[in-house]
């Protein structure tokens, strides 16, 4: 896939602190993009901080929050969880809260991570719906589902992508540089964390980019 770096360095992830945000802000900065780190609570990620990365706190689900975060930036990249609160909770409100935000702020480019369980088996058949599909785990996909829903309703000036990695997500596997991409059916059985950063970063700008949709991508 191409690796053409993005036209600014002005990027802010929702979300840094997490294991995928944080892969994205090292793919980010080791293509030379400056980086806001956007989490909920600093003091707990003192070491986010750095040469090219400057941590802040912000309250996703806060569009005042969202707008003083995103104002000033280019594009922006949601990998948030709160597993502290229900999915079906966080996830519409987060969302709500960044369409709004990021329409304040001017940042028109909104690159979310979403789940696996959300793609398609079958034309309008997510792999949640499989009746033997554990019911907790269902709850959950239901709300990355519904935050799915609010942003194919959001305005057409936010143009959004989310890019959705396989069940199996390595996190310890090295990168390789590459990746298959796709349309919002399941893809393949796995991928490194790594080469999903790579994927999101990619989907900033440049001939990867796709636009108002969601995808998959696979090793």
Not at 31 to 48: C, K
Not at 78 to 88: F, I, K, N
Not at 90 to 117: E, K, N
């Amino acid at each position: 896939m191409s690796r053409t770096p993005a036209t600014t360095t002005d990027l802010v992830v929702f979300g840094a602190g997490g294991q995928v945000g944080r892969a994205v802000v090292a793919e980010a900065r080791r293509r030379g993009l400056t980086v806001t780190a956007a989490v909920r609570t600093p003091e707990r990620h003192p070491d986010l901080a750095g040469p090219g990365v400057t941590l802040v706190p912000c309250d996703v689900t806060d569009p005042d929050a969202v707008a003083t975060t995103a104002r000033g930036h280019a594009a922006a990249v949601s990998t948030v969880h709160a597993p502290d609160v229900p999915s079906g909770e966080f996830y519409p409100a987060a969302t709500r809260a960044l369409i709004a935000g990021l329409a304040t702020a001017g940042v028109h480019r909104l690159v979310h991570v979403g789940i696996a369980t959300t793609l398609e088996t079958a034309p309008g058949v997510a792999v949640h719906d499989d009746p033997a599909f554990p019911e907790a785990h269902r709850a959950f996909s239901l709300g990355h589902a519904a935050a799915l829903d609010l942003l194919r309703d959001s305005p057409t000036t936010l143009d959004w992508v989310v890019v959705t990695p396989p069940l199996d997500l390595d996190r310890t596997a090295p990168g390789t540089g590459h990746y298959r991409l796709g349309g919002p059916q399941v893809l393949g059985d796995r991928i490194a964390q790594a080469d999903l950063a790579t994927a999101v970063t990619d989907q900033l700008t440049g001939p990867a980019a796709r636009h108002r949709e969601q995808i998959a991508v696979a090793a």
